[in-house]
């Protein structure tokens, strides 16, 4: 099965990105047979989880700016990602 993490958090200079680190990487640890993409806003934050063969990235290049709801933006990119093949 394929899963796909959307990772936007880890942008924001708060604990809860690390937090959000922490949670995601317990499964990959212990998840062999399933395979994960983790959709980040940047793509510097690709690689974070590299060390995990059953890992992609993929940086989306998300504008959360203008008054936008976050979460309405991440709509977009993730479903041309998904048309795309990406996903």
Sequence with gaps: MKIAV??????QDTGLGFFTD????????MDRMNSYLLLYKEPKHCGRFANFANVNCLALGI?????????????????WAIRLGDI
Aim: hydrophobic content about 30%; aromatic content about 4%; glycine content about 10%.
């Design 63 to 79: 504008y959360l700016g203008g008054g936008c709801p976050s979460v309405a933006s991440d709509c977009t990119p993730t479903n």
């Design 22 to 29: 922490v949670l995601v990487r317990t499964p990959l640890q």
């Design 6 to 11: 959307m990772m936007r958090v880890t942008d």
